[in-house]
């Protein structure tokens, strides 16, 4: 591969990882409102359905976030094998000039704050879904 290739790719590769944040977030956002406009007092077995059906599809966008990711390590070693590239592979993955952690790029860090966040969702979707007590439309929530 040569570096527009390889340059190429990776735009590919980020246009990928915008795609699956935007199903996440749809996705996501579908379900809160079915949280909120008849699923959270539904009965237990439709909201086990449900659960299990957005948890297939969190799982399906995990793959892919997983696959994408193992893309872009194999992109960003053949740019590192580049003899002169356009820029530097630390330039990619830390795109903020003097944001420096500890021998984490910030890619890295980037990807790692995804994961919490999918994952922090996906707990508080659960608590939603089978803890909370939804307030039902004949007696509204105290003020």
């Given at each position: 591969?040569n570096?527009t290739?390889?340059?190429?790719n ?5 246009a990928?990882v915008?795609?699956?944040f935007?199903?996440?977030?749809a ?6 409102a079915?949280l909120?406009?008849f699923?959270?007092?539904a009965?237990?077995m439709l909201r086990v359905?449900?659960?299990?059906l957005?948890?297939?599809?969190l ?27 356009i ?6 993955r830390?795109?903020?000039p003097g944001?420096h952690?500890?021998?984490i ?12 966040v999918a994952i ?11 803890v909370y007590?939804?307030?039902t439309?004949?007696?509204p929530?105290?003020p």
């Amino acid at each position: 591969m040569n570096e527009t290739d390889i340059l190429q790719n990776l735009f590919n590769a980020i246009a990928a990882v915008l795609t699956v944040f935007s199903l996440f977030f749809a996705i996501i956002s579908g379900y809160v409102a079915a949280l909120y406009f008849f699923l959270g007092r539904a009965p237990m077995m439709l909201r086990v359905v449900a659960f299990g059906l957005l948890s297939i599809g969190l799982v399906f966008l995990g793959g892919t976030a997983t696959v994408v990711g193992r893309l872009q390590d194999g992109l960003f070693a053949a740019w590192d094998r580049i003899e002169r590239p356009i820029v530097p592979l630390q330039d990619l993955r830390n795109p903020i000039p003097g944001l420096h952690v500890a021998g984490i790029t910030q890619q890295e860090i980037g990807v790692g704050i995804g994961w919490a966040v999918a994952i922090a969702v996906y707990l508080a979707l659960f608590f939603l879904t089978f803890v909370y007590r939804w307030p039902t439309p004949d007696h509204p929530p105290a003020p």
